[in-house]
């Protein structure tokens, strides 16, 4: 029952909405000590880059820019989602 909302290369189902319920394959709530404390932690796992793996460079450049363009989005999906679900609406 739930409905599709988003998907990307390497995963169909990135998001969906089940009544109030949201579910997102992805972080919009990153800050910037967030994604450099995971980048070091699994420094390892990330040695070897592809196509749906960035490296740890990757991911920690220009980091202060990309998590506001992050959060900026995080706030625009919570603004929607929250008084939806604090009103018992559906999502969708």
Same mark, same amino acid.
């Given at each position: ?23 997102? @394959?992805? =972080?919009?709530? %990153? &800050? ?8 070091? +932690? ?11 793996? @960035?490296? =740890?460079?990757? %991911? &920690? ?8 363009? +992050? ?17 018992? &609406?559906?999502?969708?």
């Amino acid at each position: 029952g739930a409905v599709h909302l988003l998907e990307s290369h390497w995963c169909r189902h990135q998001a969906f909405a089940c009544g109030q319920m949201l579910a997102l @394959q992805f =972080h919009v709530e %990153m &800050t910037a000590q967030m994604v450099t404390e995971w980048a070091e +932690l699994y420094r390892r796992e990330l040695a070897n880059p592809s196509a749906s793996i @960035q490296s =740890h460079d990757a %991911m &920690t450049s220009d980091l202060d820019s990309r998590t506001r363009t +992050l959060n900026a989005v995080a706030d625009v999906i919570y603004d929607r989602w929250l008084p939806m679900a604090t009103e018992n &609406t559906p999502f969708i």
